[in-house]
């Protein structure tokens, strides 16, 4: 076991797979001799040479386009995108050609792709370096979209995600980057794509939450005296509707809480599911907790932006006086 | 190239008689291009191409059976009828798509030879042998994802022929009204420190003797080459096309060079008949009449195939379908082979 932070831990999913598949290859702006403007993929150049570790120029669309190209002649490539708002140039090649491929061919040609990106904000950048788009790679079928917000989990989903014969968006939450170390087996292993996790259990409500918003859920949930049941998604697309259900019936109660924007976000989505699946069971109407319907605010207002312990502790007190 | 044309002229009359949807681009006029280039290929090297696919497809040897009953969306076709005339694939002859997005395929073949590249010098440890033939149009000279994968193809050094099949149209657009340097495509390819070469598209024997040159150098050099293959298309953009942008006597002067009519000219001065020639048209109109005859009796695949081939997993209807049917095929596994991780390799 070692203590690792979010970026040690993927960068030690990378060695190991990289290690262990010669078909895995990473590429990317600045991913080889700089390691990423986050130090994700620090030291791997240096290991595995500038024929694995490739620096390419500042082209989003050739990156993710050359990538499937890749994926769909056999190899594993793991594509790396500075930035969430930089996904915009790539997104006719991730939605008109990895989506659709296995669809398109009949399961004759896959796109195992995996596409690291940097997420959400909180870490005092602008906006198109601070934004949360999952909602809108999750309404793309074909793809599946991943947030995780621990180093173990991580770890475990990313070994899974470079395994899976399918694209995936690994979205990576920038504010738990650095945020908390916790020990990460140096064995390998994998967590499910699909399946959610329980942080902590309870029997008064559920918080359905992912990516960086978990922490600041688990801060309200810390000072509250109700019994709250909390579930990190983990996977956004496809979502573990069981897990939501279960806790759901339990509890009675949800509020779910996410840093995009709230109109179209995946929490309306989650809300609609609750609806179709525990209609009978409910207490209370389902709550959202999210970012609002602007651009990411500029750094000075982005804590006002994000949902934070007492927006979310407010959330919580509405549902039980309701 | 009489298949080709045999086939397109088949496909026109299916689309008017509304047995084919999903749109129809035709290939006719441009059959020495798909023809001449791929001959020069060995069928190991993948090919991407753009939606006006068929030629393409019938040219790497796929079975205008398949071919056919793709575009009839029956069970038969190449992606059992879920890809369409745009989306030709074949993975057993390496054909790496049709595909619809207009120049967005060009950085998929790039990705390709990148990927050979790769496999044969850093997985294998020899040397790169595969090149990657990457077909655009010229109206996809403009877009910018083609720019992106040429740089990248330049930078990278890859065993990449960029060849646009340069009718003169984006559509309805001339290329002079649409793209600098129209009169001289290839100097675009010098931006990205490739040679660029110009060849005749509308005969088959030039192309092909070019293009074997071409494959030949970049299979020992491993450098992109980018290839502007003159050509003409004699039907419309796509079957609804009223071609209001070109003269008819421009049609004209160009049907005088008909690519079959100008390689039987030349087989004519070697003896070649015009009884030969008439026999090869029975035989490929015997063929394709079967090839359409085969589409129609083929199955239109059931409404629970939808939630196949989304992802390896058994899919279902996430989002609560209460039809019996869709439900039905969800419950039915996945049949997509397992990937091998070797065998998967190209």
Redesign the interface.
């Given at each position: 076991m070692a203590n690792l932070n979010l970026v040690q831990a993927i960068n030690l999913a990378l060695i190991q797979e990289m290690e262990k598949?010669?078909?895995v290859?990473i590429l990317g702006e600045d991913v080889g001799v700089n390691g990423g403007v986050f130090r994700v993929t620090e030291g791997l150049h240096a290991r595995f040479g500038a024929?694995?570790v490739?620096d390419?120029?500042l082209?989003e669309?050739?990156i993710?386009?050359?990538?499937?190209?890749?994926?769909?002649?056999?190899?594993r490539?793991i594509p790396e995108i500075q930035f969430d708002g930089f996904l915009g140039?790539a997104y006719?090649?991730i939605c008109?050609?990895a989506a659709r491929?296995?669809?398109?061919?009949?399961?004759?040609?896959?796109v195992?792709l995996t596409i690291r990106v940097p997420v959400g904000g909180g870490i005092h950048a602008p906006e198109l370096h601070s934004d949360s788009p999952e909602a809108i790679y999750s309404h793309q079928?074909?793809i599946?979209v991943v947030m995780p917000s621990s180093p173990y989990d991580a770890k475990g989903l990313l070994i899974s995600a470079i395994r899976?014969?399918?694209p995936v968006i690994f979205f990576e939450p920038k504010r738990v980057y650095r945020a908390f170390r916790e020990e990460v087996p140096e064995d390998e292993y994998t967590i499910p794509i699909g399946k959610a996790r329980v942080v902590c259990e309870g029997t008064e409500l559920t918080v359905v939450s992912w990516g960086a918003s978990v922490l600041q859920c688990m801060q309200s949930i810390e000072k509250s005296s109700r019994s709250i049941e909390l579930i990190d998604l983990r996977t956004i697309f496809?979502m573990d509707?069981e897990a939501i259900e279960t806790s759901v019936k339990k509890t009675g109660r949800c509020v779910v809480v996410h840093e995009a924007p709230r109109t179209g976000g995946m929490g309306a989505e989650v809300a609609a599911q609750i609806m179709?699946r525990c209609f009978l069971y409910l207490e209370a109407p389902v709550q959202r907790v999210t970012g609002f319907d602007t651009i990411m605010p500029y750094y000075k207002l982005e804590l006002n932006y994000m949902p934070d312990a007492s927006r979310i502790t407010g959330a919580i007190e509405d549902l039980f006086a309701f | 190239m009489m298949l080709i044309r045999e086939f397109e002229l088949r496909c026109m009359q299916a689309y008017q008689d509304k047995k084919i949807g999903g749109f129809c681009h035709v290939y006719i006029g441009q059959e020495a291009v798909a023809v001449g280039t791929i001959a020069a290929t060995e069928a190991k090297d993948?090919i991407?191409t753009a939606y006006r696919d068929h030629g393409h497809a019938l040219a790497r040897g796929m079975d205008p059976k398949h071919c056919m009953a793709e575009m009839f969306g029956r069970i038969g076709g190449c992606?059992?009828g879920?890809?369409g005339s745009m989306?030709m694939?074949d993975?057993a002859n390496n054909l790496?798509?049709g595909?619809?997005?207009v120049g967005?395929q060009?950085?998929?073949?790039?990705?390709?030879?990148?990927?050979?590249k790769?496999?044969d010098?850093?997985?294998n440890g020899g040397k790169s042998n595969r090149v990657t033939l990457a077909f655009l149009g010229d109206g996809a000279m403009n877009q910018?994802?083609v720019h992106?994968?040429m740089?990248?193809a330049g930078?990278?050094d890859l065993p990449v022929i960029i060849i646009c099949e340069n009718n003169g149209y984006s559509m309805g657009t001339s290329i002079s009204r649409g793209t600098t340097m129209g009169h001289k495509i290839v100097s675009k390819a010098a931006g990205y420190g490739m040679e660029g070469v110009e060849v005749d598209g509308m005969d088959v024997v030039e192309t092909y003797g070019a293009m074997k040159q071409l494959v030949d150098r970049v299979r020992e050099t491993s450098r992109p080459i980018f290839v502007d293959m003159k050509c003409y298309r004699f039907k419309g953009h796509s079957m609804s096309d009223p071609r209001k942008y070109r003269t008819r006597e421009e049609e004209e002067h160009y049907e005088q060079g008909d690519p079959i009519l100008v390689l039987k000219t030349q087989l004519e001065s070697r003896g070649f008949t015009d009884d030969q020639f008439k026999g090869i048209q029975r035989d490929v109109r015997a063929e394709v009449r079967g090839a359409v005859e085969w589409a129609e009796a083929s199955p239109i695949p059931p409404t629970s195939d939808l939630y196949?081939?989304?992802?390896?997993e058994k899919w279902g209807p996430?989002t609560?379908s209460s039809d019996p049917e869709m439900l039905g095929g969800a419950e039915k596994p996945?049949?997509?082979?397992a990937?091998d991780?070797k065998a998967?390799?190209?």
């Open positions: 598949d010669e078909r290859l024929r694995r490739v390419t120029p082209a669309s050739g993710i386009g050359t990538s499937i190209g890749l994926a769909m002649a056999g190899l490539p140039p006719d090649q008109s050609h491929m296995r669809t398109r061919t009949r399961g004759a040609f896959t195992p079928p074909g599946k899976d014969p399918d496809p509707l179709e | 993948p991407v992606a059992k879920k890809g989306h694939f993975r790496f798509g595909h619809g997005i967005a060009i950085p998929l073949g790039v990705g390709l030879a990148f990927a050979t790769y496999e010098e850093v997985i910018g994802s992106e994968a740089n990248l930078l990278f196949r081939d989304v992802y390896r996430y609560g996945c049949d997509s082979p990937i991780p998967d390799l190209l």
